[in-house]
């Protein structure tokens, strides 16, 4: 058999002092932090103005597809991704992973150097083992071919951001 117990009644006072600290404290997390560090540029670049984003085009690397996307960039910080219009493959649309991947950019475990195997390595020693691993390709067959995002599609240069690798 069941044991119906009964639970303590709790009154109309009680109640609201519980939904007030809740309401409160969900209130107080959705307040916005100040900025504790915001410098500004000492010298800034001719292509800035402050307050006012500018665009670059890039490719995606969010999946396989290697979509053509428009970077906003404010003050500096990329802050929106879009479909890039003109682009053959995409004609401007843009995956939900690929407009997430913006989140990747300041995601504390990422990758800020190349590595092999999980250690770090150089530029120069990543493009030896990438360039040993297509020549092995081309001897085992000759008829092979592969695609990169960086590659040209249909008369489309890489992006400025493809070609152009972060110091190590």
Same mark, same amino acid.
Not at 10 to 38: M, N, Q, W, Y
Not at 86 to 113: E, F, I, M, N, V
């Given at each position: ?33 100040? &900025? ?15 307050? &006012? ?19 906003? &960039? ?78 040209? &599609? ?15």
């Amino acid at each position: 058999m069941c044991a119906i117990t009964e639970t303590p009644r709790t009154d109309r006072r009680s109640f609201l002092k519980v939904l007030g600290i809740g309401a409160a404290a969900s209130l107080a997390a959705c307040k916005r932090r100040p &900025v504790e560090h915001a410098l500004p540029y000492l010298v800034p670049p001719e292509e800035i103005t402050p307050g &006012v984003p500018v665009r670059y085009a890039s490719t995606c690397a969010a999946c396989p597809a290697a979509c053509g996307l428009l970077v906003s &960039v404010l003050d500096g910080r990329p802050v929106k991704l879009e479909g890039r219009p003109d682009h053959p493959l995409s004609g401007g649309g843009l995956c939900a992973t690929g407009q997430a991947d913006l989140r990747a950019l300041y995601d504390a475990g990422r990758l800020r150097a190349p590595s092999l195997g999980g250690k770090p390595a150089t530029w120069a020693a990543l493009d030896a083992y990438v360039a040993a691993g297509l020549e092995g390709l081309r001897r085992s067959s000759p008829a092979a071919t592969y695609a990169s995002s960086a590659a040209q &599609v249909a008369g489309f240069p890489p992006s400025e951001g493809a070609r152009r690798r972060p110091a190590a």
